[in-house]
T-cell receptor, first 114, second 116 residues
């Protein structure tokens, strides 16, 4: 069965600091990878996704993620965070073929200090 | 108007009561999902449906049932609510990309359910 690990449960950064949130997955085939963000009191929104092609994908609000197949990782990065990035971030994975369910990580809570 | 609408947004009820959470969508997607979110556990899949005649159990379906009344509607029921079903519940939809599963899911605003 597929699984997703997000080892950082709570990250606290100052504004303008660089961000990297870890995501590791286990799955035996071709994967689709997603990062979702949940702002306080809101629903999940898609930040970015990887299906194939360039392993460095860019998303909304200056976020990017790099798929490293050999490490089964899909870490999220942002060079300079803002207070408005305070949110919970979820990594998710599914297989690309057939009716594959999406498996979410447990989330990383990001707090940005002004 | 929201593309994925959940009702009610908040509900407080007592142990043993039957509860129905509704989800409707205007995105025209075939696939619909119900998740629950608990602090520190992320989102866990309760049930999912890939078209009107298709219902599948997720990882935590015990104590829940669903009904896919139409392409646009997918409801979740708790037949006899218990306190450990207190959680935030999300409905989501996704497009069927010719049988592939690479389309992102679109979430509703959630229903905060408290069972006393």
């Amino acid at each position: 069965a597929q699984s997703v690990s997000q080892h950082n449960h709570h990250v606290i950064l100052s504004e303008a600091a660089s961000l990297e949130l870890g995501c590791n997955y286990s799955y035996g085939g071709t994967v689709n990878l997603f990062w979702y963000v949940q702002y306080p009191g809101q629903h999940l929104q898609l930040l970015l996704k990887y299906f194939s092609g360039d392993p460095l994908v860019k998303g909304i609000k200056g976020f990017e993620a790099e798929f490293i197949k050999s490490k089964f990782s899909f870490n999220l990065r942002k060079p300079s965070v803002q207070w408005s990035d305070t949110a919970e971030y979820f990594c998710a994975v599914n297989g690309n073929f057939g009716n594959e369910k999406l498996t979410f990580g447990t989330g990383t809570r990001l707090t940005i200090i002004p | 108007d929201a593309d994925v609408t959940q009702t009610p947004r908040n509900r407080i009820t007592k142990t043993g009561k039957r509860i129905m959470l509704e989800c409707s969508q205007t995105k025209g997607h075939d696939r619909m999902y119900w998740y629950r979110q608990d602090p520190g556990l992320g989102l866990r899949l309760i049930y999912y449906s890939f078209d009107v005649k298709d219902i599948n159990k997720g990882e935590i379906s015990d104590g829940y049932s669903v009904s896919r009344q139409a392409q646009a509607k997918f409801s979740l029921s708790l037949e006899s609510a218990i306190p450990n079903q207190t959680a935030l519940y999300f409905c989501a939809t996704s497009d069927d990309n010719r049988g592939l599963s690479n389309q992102p899911q679109h979430f509703g605003d959630g229903t905060r359910l408290s069972i006393l």
